[in-house]
């Protein structure tokens, strides 16, 4: 135990600067999932009938093996960080705009006709009555995203996108344990600390919808 | 500002319905009328009153809200203009009874000072006391006090048209009583025009300045209490007095007429 601390900190920036990458990757990713995501959910509640379709092939997307998804895409969109993002942005789609469209669906009729039924506008309606009240559902989608980026980005390594991935593959081709146990550490801590974070939040904005 | 309604050859089939839920409906609402809808369940009431602020878009017809074709105003602003209390109350769940009923103000940017005393004023109209309701969410309410705030919500910008949906539906018979008389001097205070939907026929009779007798999305009869209890038009409207007959001379008594 003591050797693996004392490589750890005799090393910290192989460590370090891997993981403020990995952030950087998975900040941009959400960043930019959300973002379109919240696109496509608006554009689907006003076009219903193309629903059942999208969200088809966005849970098509998200069922392909992401070495293969990145396999596909190199000869398209090169190595490096963007086609990373790129494979991330797509996983997330389906996470984020099946648990947007299905919160706002679930949301109880009556109290969107009372909504319009006062005049309020369908921008105000989706602000200030659909998406407060689908917001359980939207934040656990959206913990469900960033977990799954934080794992799937370790893959990104595979073309020379940098982050935890390195630190995995470089202890891996090199046998050095300090490494393989360091990253696999990094990886498990991102998570736990994330997914904490926003349950956190989930049960903060979610106390003040369901009284 | 008194607010007539006039409905003209007013017909509505929904898709893959057997029958209309309107058939050639045509009645004109004075200003300042209390009117009464009264039917069986099915009948159209909800459709009907729901083609006035069109969350029901008629297939033929013509309606007009104090003249104006309601087909050719923003729909927005006509039901900001027009109080409404659906038939499933609808309060939004994710915030207080004040806020619930500071809906429209809000939306109509008034200032918060003149939007809280609006509220506090609605509230105690609704008998229900500021200070303990206003912070409440709907689920912390009874069935009916969560319609109470549904009608205080309904009145806040104080229009001049209500549309009100079997509103007292789940008030037990005292409370209902008082809410009945309370709207009774609202109105008789504004003369707001009210559509006001109910399963009962004693409370359209005690309410009612006229009362809409509806079948099948028909007009039925469209008459004051007193000529419907005296010269019932169909066979139908018979019927329904027939079946309120034992609570009807509690209910319906002339004024200035003993028991
Ligand atoms: N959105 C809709 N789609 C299809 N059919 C509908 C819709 N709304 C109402 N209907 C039908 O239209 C008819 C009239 O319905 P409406 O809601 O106006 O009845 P109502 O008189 O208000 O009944 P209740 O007293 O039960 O509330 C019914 O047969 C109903 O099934
Ligand atoms: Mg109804």
Wanted: glycine share 8%; proline share 4%.
């Amino acid at each position: 135990m003591g050797a693996y601390l004392e490589f750890w900190s005799e090393h910290a920036e192989k460590f370090l600067d891997p993981l403020a990458e990995h952030l950087q990757i998975v900040g941009v990713t959400l960043l930019i999932s959300v973002a379109l995501a919240a696109v496509v959910s608006v554009a689907l509640l006003r076009h219903p009938r193309a629903k059942g379709v999208v969200l088809q092939l966005l849970s098509a997307v998200y069922a392909i093996p992401s070495l293969a998804l990145f396999a596909v895409l190199i000869p398209v969109t090169g190595l490096g960080e963007s086609t990373a993002v790129l494979v991330l942005v797509a996983y997330n789609q389906y996470l984020l705009v099946r648990n947007i469209v299905t919160g706002i669906d679930g949301v109880d009729p009556s109290v969107v006709e009372a909504a319009r039924g006062m005049g309020m506008s369908d921008a105000r309606i989706l602000r200030e009555v659909q998406v407060p009240l689908a917001l359980p559902l939207i934040m656990a989608g959206l913990r469900l995203a960033v977990i799954s980026t934080i794992g799937i980005a370790t893959i990104a390594a595979t073309i020379n996108a940098g982050g935890l991935g390195t630190v995995l593959f470089d202890g891996l081709r090199t046998l050095n344990s300090y490494k393989i146990v360091g990253g696999t550490l990094e990886c498990a801590l991102l998570a736990i600390v994330a997914n904490a974070a926003l349950r956190l939040l989930e049960s903060a904005v979610t106390r003040r919808v369901v009284r | 500002m008194p607010c007539e309604v006039e409905f003209e050859d007013v017909t509505k089939r929904f898709p893959g319905a057997a029958r209309p839920a309107l058939d050639h409906v045509s009645l004109k609402v004075e200003a300042g009328e209390f009117v009464t809808v009264l039917g069986t369940s099915g009948c159209g009431k909800t459709t009907m009153i729901k083609c006035v602020n069109r969350l029901v878009e008629p297939d033929s017809g013509t309606i007009r809200v104090e003249g104006e074709d309601v087909s050719a105003a923003d729909p927005a602003r006509l039901r900001q203009h027009i109080g409404y209390v659906i038939q499933k109350v609808g309060l939004f769940p994710h915030m207080t009874v004040g806020e619930n009923v500071a809906t429209v103000p809000r939306v109509l940017k008034w200032d918060k000072e003149r939007i809280q005393a609006r509220v506090d004023e609605l509230l105690a109209l609704v008998n229900l006391d500021p200070k303990e309701f206003a912070g409440r969410y709907p689920s912390q309410l009874s069935g009916g006090q969560q319609q109470r705030v549904g009608l205080a919500r309904a009145l806040a910008a104080d229009p001049s048209l209500l549309l009100m949906d079997e509103p007292f539906g789940a008030i037990d018979a005292i409370n209902r009583e008082a809410l009945q008389d309370e709207l009774l001097r609202i109105h008789q205070g504004s003369r707001k025009t009210i559509l006001f939907v109910t399963h009962d026929i004693n409370e359209a009779l005690k309410l009612g300045t006229r009362v809409l007798v509806m079948d099948a999305g028909r007009v039925q009869q469209f008459d004051t209490p007193k000529e419907i209890c005296e010269h019932p038009a169909t066979d139908f409207v018979r019927s329904l007095l027939r079946s309120g007959e034992f609570r009807l001379r509690s209910a319906y008594v002339e004024p200035g007429e003993g028991i």
